[in-house]
């Protein structure tokens, strides 16, 4: 099993959501975070004050799933939520050792 953050921009959720569940996938955490990259902010001016914006409104979406799931998962958040513009975000992938279902105790990839 393989774990996928994928950091994206906010208004690609529901393509990048979409995407996974046309493949399957039904399950995912999406959390609104904060960050930067390459992309370092802007400067914005608020009553009159010039001030530098560090960290830019982002999504991180976590998906657990199956090996033979995760290139076609990747190449479809790849495909939902590129701009093509700096800012688009990236995505990591992790090992996952063991998953666990409380509810029913399951085990593995049947958890997920």
Not at 13 to 42: C, N, P, W, Y
Not at 45 to 64: A, H, M, N, Q
């Amino acid at each position: 099993m393989k774990k996928i953050e994928a950091i994206i921009k906010p208004f690609k959720l529901e393509e990048v959501k979409d995407a996974l569940a046309e493949l399957g996938i039904e399950g995912m955490s999406v959390t609104e975070v904060k960050g930067f990259g390459r992309q370092k902010g802007h400067t914005e001016i608020y009553r009159g004050s010039e001030y530098t914006v560090d960290f830019l409104p982002k999504i991180k979406i976590e998906v657990v799933l199956a090996d033979s799931l995760l290139d076609s998962a990747i190449a479809a958040i790849v495909k939902a939520a590129k701009t093509g513009k700096i800012g688009d975000g990236k995505i990591f992938v992790s090992p996952v050792t063991e998953a666990i279902r409380i509810r029913t105790a399951e085990t593995g990839e049947r958890a997920v």
